[in-house]
Each structure stands twice: as structure tokens, then as C-alpha cells.
């Protein structure tokens, strides 16, 4: 499965964004989705993931309340909703897909990873 990531910019601390991560294949709905950010200088660290239906997701303690995860199957796309950016969320963010039914957090466990989009929160 190939994935693409978009919906990355510039925002003001505070502000909101969606990014949209679009799979081709027809076999999508088979896959528990992820997304993944790394900063400048830092690790890549899991922000959130989603089940293979969307019935279950995780979130990492600095997003939980924030963040929001979801997956439309009907056109293979896993969104984040991002609100209350804060200047610590600027990253590079990726999506990723798991050959799983259940959410997957770490990134050893995922099969396919997208290239990142840019997000930057200004203070």
C-alpha cells in the first residue's frame, strides 16, 4: 500500500489543522492506522492510532484532548484533527499503515509508512 500524507502548514498557536493521509489499494480497510511525528533534532514518536474499522484508537498523553483520529474506509483516508496546536507540536508528520485489526503504537510494527508533511505552530 502507498501513502500520502497532506494538509501540513503554518499555523498560529492555538489554531487548528487536518491532515489527510490518502492509501492506495483496495485492501485499506484491512490495515490498523498510525500517525507518527519527529521534530527537529528528535526521535520520531507516536501521536495516535486507529483500529482497522476506527472503533478503537490510542493517543499519546501530549495529544490526548487535542488530537483526534479517524479513518473514512469508503475512500482509504485516515485524518488527524489537530486543535490547540502548540509551538511544541511543529513536526513532520507521518502516517503509516499495520497489517493489524487492533490499534499499533510501536513503529517497528508498522508495514508501510508515507512520506511526512510539514507542520509548524508558531508561538
Known amino acids: 500500500v502507498q501513502l500520502q500524507a497532506s494538509g501540513g502548514g503554518l499555523v498560529q498557536a492555538g489554531g487548528s489543522l487536518r491532515l489527510s493521509c490518502a492509501a492506495s489499494?483496495?485492501?485499506?480497510?484491512?490495515?490498523?492506522m498510525g500517525w507518527f511525528r519527529q521534530a527537529p533534532g528528535k526521535e520520531r514518536e507516536f501521536v495516535a492510532a486507529?483500529?482497522?474499522?476506527?472503533?478503537?484508537?490510542y493517543y499519546a498523553d501530549s495529544v490526548k484532548g487535542r488530537f483526534t483520529i479517524s479513518r473514512d474506509n469508503a475512500v482509504n483516508t485516515v485524518y488527524l484533527q489537530m486543535n490547540s496546536l502548540k509551538p511544541e507540536d511543529t513536526a513532520i508528520y507521518y502516517c503509516?499503515?499495520?497489517?493489524?485489526?487492533?490499534?499499533?503504537?510501536?513503529?517497528?510494527?508498522?508495514?508501510?509508512w508515507g512520506k511526512g508533511t510539514q507542520v509548524t505552530v508558531s508561538s
Open positions: 503509516a499503515a499495520a497489517i493489524s485489526r487492533w490499534y499499533v503504537i510501536e513503529p517497528p510494527e508498522y508495514d508501510y
Open positions: 489499494g483496495r485492501t485499506f480497510s484491512s490495515y490498523a
Open positions: 486507529v483500529s482497522w474499522r476506527g472503533g478503537s484508537t
